[in-house]
């Protein structure tokens, strides 16, 4: 309630934006290849990079689509460049932003592309000759690029414009977003009962375990749904819509330099120096503190430029703990690796931890495999 008043023009203004988009007032249109759009209601902290990785992981081992062409088109949030780019795995984090950069290096197999207007995106990625016609994005592409036959849309909820094939949308389960408010009194972007016009909802950074009556009643009480079936993964909205809801969780995978110089011998320090700018460092603390005492905890606004002065701050906390290591997350690596005068010291005891997301069983996983083939191919 407290959103509606002391926030109600942009309460209203939501309402209104999405209200001419459902009554057909605005258009919206879909891309003419298969598109997955992987979104929120929140300001960042749900996962929607690790998940995004996590689908091509399993595009990868489809039958169908691991022969053909898969990308990501993200909108490149804080990157300094406009219009169309091409991610090259050499590029700088500041053309691009940081996730997108993370995920073309770790699927370099993979074509990822940035743009705000994602109408154009798609088509450049579906017809890539338009490219050279563009001046403005003639020189941000590898000549080789193939036309794509599936588009992963990269935090693509609020672009209502282009209508997906199948809409996924993350909830973090620690953070019920209709017991949150709109920014800035609360974390969300957009509407609470906007996620409910979903076709898929995952509920991310679950506990390891959940008992299927745990899940009903986490998306009874939580997302405000009802007769969650576990057999099926759905569960019923007010007005009698299935909507599909899975359940992830978080797997923090081994140390890796940063750098290539990085000392391994670092890792096995007792004690941490935390260096994080994202959106909820909670979880990466917890997981460090069964393996580290933290010394100290360095903590930045989420897709923050590391500057200097920065570096300089991250030198004096090594001084003072000269034998800790310094951990921060994959997401903020992509960062620090353009950062400038970063020392040898430094560079040496810098090591990132990858994460992945794995669901909480391998049956669910394989209910969502078949989903999502039936929503690409039906």
């Known amino acids: 309630m407290i959103d509606r008043i002391l926030l109600s023009p942009y309460y209203l203004a939501l309402k209104f934006r999405h209200f001419l988009y459902d009554k057909g007032i605005r258009k919206s249109r879909p891309a003419e290849v298969p598109t997955i759009s992987v979104g929120n209601v929140t300001v960042g902290g749900t996962g929607k990079t690790p998940h ?39 590029g700088p ?39 050279q016609t563009s001046k403005k994005a003639r020189k941000c592409i590898d000549k080789s690029i193939e036309p794509q036959d599936l588009i992963i849309l990269d935090d693509a909820f609020q672009y209502r414009a282009l209508n997906p094939t199948v809409s996924i949308v ?3 389960y620690g953070r019920p977003v209709f017991k949150d408010s709109l920014i800035p009194a609360g974390r969300l972007r957009d509407l609470p009962e906007r996620m409910l016009e979903a076709d898929i909802i995952i509920v991310t950074k679950s506990p390891a375990y959940l008992e299927d009556k745990d899940k009903a009643e986490y998306v009874a009480s939580e ?3 009802k007769g969650f079936d576990p ?38 320090s007792k004690q941490a120096i935390m260096l994080t700018g994202i959106a909820n460092d909670k979880p990466m603390m917890m997981y460090l503190s069964d393996s580290y005492k933290i010394s100290e905890k360095l903590s930045f ?11 300089r701050c991250i030198g004096k906390a090594v001084k003072a703990h000269p034998t800790a290591v310094i951990v921060t997350t994959e997401k903020d690596s992509q960062r620090l690796m353009e950062c400038k005068n970063i020392s ?15 669901f909480l069983s391998g049956e669910e996983k394989h209910r969502f495999t ?6 690409l191919q039906g």
């Open 223 to 225: 997302l405000h749904l």
């Open 301 to 311: 606004p989420d897709h923050h430029a590391f500057t200097q002065s920065d570096i």
């Open 170 to 172: 993350l909830a973090d």
């Open 93 to 131: 984090a500041s053309a691009y932003g940081d996730e997108p950069l993370q995920i073309r290096r770790k699927f370099p197999h993979t074509t990822v592309a940035v743009d705000s207007n994602r109408i154009r995106g798609c088509d450049f990625l579906v017809h890539p000759d338009k490219l």
């Open 52 to 90: 995004t990785e996590m689908l091509l992981r399993l595009l990868a081992s489809d039958p169908y689509w691991k022969d053909r062409k898969v990308a990501v088109l993200s909108r490149g949030y804080k990157r300094k460049t406009k219009g169309f780019q091409q991610v090259s795995p050499e």
């Open 231 to 268: 057999r099926t993964c759905t569960a019923t909205d007010r007005k009698g819509r299935k909507i599909h809801i899975f359940f992830t969780r978080i797997r923090y995978c081994a140390p890796e330099a940063v750098f290539q110089d990085g000392e391994p011998r670092y890792t096995y």
């Open 370 to 375: 078949c989903l999502l083939r039936d929503f």
């Open 344 to 358: 040898g010291t430094l560079r040496q005891r810098m090591f990132r931890i990858p994460i992945t997301v794995d």
